[in-house]
């Protein structure tokens, strides 16, 4: 029986229609799964083949308020997941000003709707070596005080579960950069990789976890293929996203792990500067298509809340 995967047309002055219009091939092959689209569907059929039986629609009306109408999207999936209606969700890049709720991102808002809070994990993957931020879309001044022994703790046990069930990888190596220049060596104790990352790490190994760290920060992408690491955990985000991206450009998802079920979304922005030039770049999307393709039927048989 073939699952079926929910993909959120979402922010709709984006590009996301011409990575949907970019990516109609990928329907035509013989699939594992079923994907339903949620959206608007007088929008959608302008850009895809409605004949097209692997595609189907289930219609939101967009009216003229976008934040009411990705709003009421979001809702109609969660239903349909809690209901166990649909088994997994992809949602097309959104813009954060139409955030229902006082959420640091997307990543957030999913996980309260499922009362996940504090137990999500976003995973930036490629299936060379994958990135984490222990802290998500929040300030540079706020991640020191942000930044705990627990949800490091959550975040590496996460990406050690999922790891555990990607084919290949029995033990998944995980490195940690430290915070501070040097990882702090050049400071007083009183630092971060003192207080709170390092005794992290100690009780993760005590976990038998294989984990590394701190890596010093500015060589810490070098030690990638030297310790044969599968991902690298960094403490903000800007600190793992920018060299991740540049190595692989749009051949990465992001992926939120700690949730019941799973939850992909292509690894870029909306890009509303690029609609309508034929310009947008649908490789991102492709790879959550694959990824699902791919993994999603042979770890469905385990129990999805310890994987993810």
């Not at 219009?21 to 990928?26: A, C, L």
């Amino acid at each position: 029986m073939k699952k079926t995967i929910l993909i959120l047309t979402s922010d709709p002055l984006s590009i996301n229609y011409e990575i949907i219009k970019k990516s109609q091939n990928f329907f035509k092959k013989k699939l594992h799964n079923k994907y339903l689209f949620v959206g608007d569907q007088k929008d959608l059929c302008n850009n895809i083949k409605k004949d097209n039986k692997l595609i189907d629609f289930l219609n939101v009306k967009r009216g003229t308020n976008t934040k009411v109408y990705l709003k009421k999207c979001f809702e109609l999936a969660f239903k349909l997941l809690k209901n166990k209606e649909a088994d997994g969700l992809i949602n097309l890049p959104l813009n954060k000003r139409f955030l229902p709720g006082n959420y640091a991102g997307f990543t957030e808002y999913i996980a309260d709707a499922f009362n996940k809070k504090g137990k999500e994990t976003m995973l930036l993957y490629n299936q060379n070596f994958s990135v984490c931020p222990n802290t998500t879309h929040i300030k540079i001044k706020d991640v020191s005080r942000n930044l705990n022994q627990k949800k490091i703790i959550t975040n590496i046990t996460n990406i050690d579960n999922f790891y555990k069930n990607i084919p290949g990888v029995k033990r998944p190596m995980i490195g940690v950069m430290g915070l501070n220049p040097h990882s702090g060596m050049d400071f007083e104790k009183n630092t971060e990789e003192n207080s709170v990352i390092n005794p992290a790490i100690k009780k993760l190994i005590k976990n038998k976890i294989r984990v590394i760290g701190p890596l010093v920060p500015d060589v810490a992408f070098n030690e990638v293929n030297k310790k044969k690491i599968n991902c690298l955990v960094g403490h903000y985000h800007d600190q793992v996203l920018p060299t991740f991206k540049y190595i692989h450009k749009f051949d990465a998802i992001n992926i939120t792990l700690g949730l019941p079920f799973l939850r992909i979304s292509p690894d870029h922005g909306t890009a509303s500067n690029l609609r309508n030039k034929n310009l947008a770049n649908p490789e991102s999307f492709i790879a959550a298509l694959k990824f699902f393709e791919k993994h999603y039927k042979k770890i469905w048989k385990k129990n999805l809340v310890k994987i993810f």
